[in-house]
Structures are given as structure tokens and as C-alpha cells.
Nanobody
């Protein structure tokens, strides 16, 4: 069964760090687009960071310099290391993937999603 399972969310104070993980089963992260998104109730889901099929990374401006996306193909696991967290980073974080060798597009492009992990940052 193909699925993504996120973990690592929690509650931290502003300035703190968390590392999110996304374990894949049933498929591989090789030669695929893999990404982290986040969503706050009442707002659209937004992209946070992406790794494309050539392992090039992309970041939303609001996380550049603070978050790092990485993956371990052998473990089929995607990570998001988050530092210098801010209250505005509070959201449900989702991982997503699609087996594709071209441009990694936005929310509607991805066909596999995890269930999400909550990150809460207090001031």
C-alpha cells in the first residue's frame, strides 16, 4: 500500500527547532518530486520546500535560511529541519510526492499526500 506518514511535529517556543520526517512505503523518492507544504485553517495550503528529481532544492522565501529539506533515498524518508521557528510557522505540515522528472509544480501537481503533522510555535 502506497502511503506517506509524517512525524516530528509538536509545540515549541519561538526560536526553537523541530525536525519533521515523512516515511514513504510502497514507492520510492528516487526520480520524484518531493515536497513539504503547510496549511493554517481557513487559508490555502502553501509550499514550503521541494526537492526535484535531480535533487535540487527550492524554498519559499519565508523559510529561506531557516528550514532545510533533505531526503534519504535508502530509507525512503523525507526530512524538514526547521530552525529559528516563529509563531507564524504554526500550521499543519504535509509531505507530498509525485514520480516525475520534470518541473515540480504546486499543490494540485502532487498525487500522494501524508496525513499531516501539527507544528505549534508559541511566542
Amino acid at each position: 500500500q502506497e502511503q506517506l506518514v509524517e512525524s516530528g511535529g509538536g509545540s515549541v517556543q519561538a526560536g526553537g527547532s523541530l525536525r519533521l520526517s515523512c516515511a514513504a512505503s510502497g514507492f520510492s523518492f528516487r526520480r520524484a518530486c518531493v515536497a513539504w507544504f503547510r496549511q493554517v485553517p481557513g487559508k490555502e495550503r502553501e509550499g514550503v520546500a521541494t526537492i526535484d528529481s535531480l535533487d535540487k532544492t527550492y524554498y519559499a522565501d519565508f523559510v529561506k535560511g531557516r528550514f532545510t529539506i533533505s531526503k534519504d533515498n535508502a530509507k525512503n524518508t523525507l526530512y524538514l529541519q526547521m530552525h529559528s521557528l516563529k509563531p507564524e510557522d504554526t500550521a499543519m505540515y504535509y509531505c507530498a510526492t509525485r514520480r516525475y522528472s520534470g518541473y515540480c509544480a504546486g499543490v494540485s501537481f502532487y498525487n500522494y499526500w501524508g496525513q499531516g503533522t501539527q507544528v505549534t510555535v508559541s511566542s
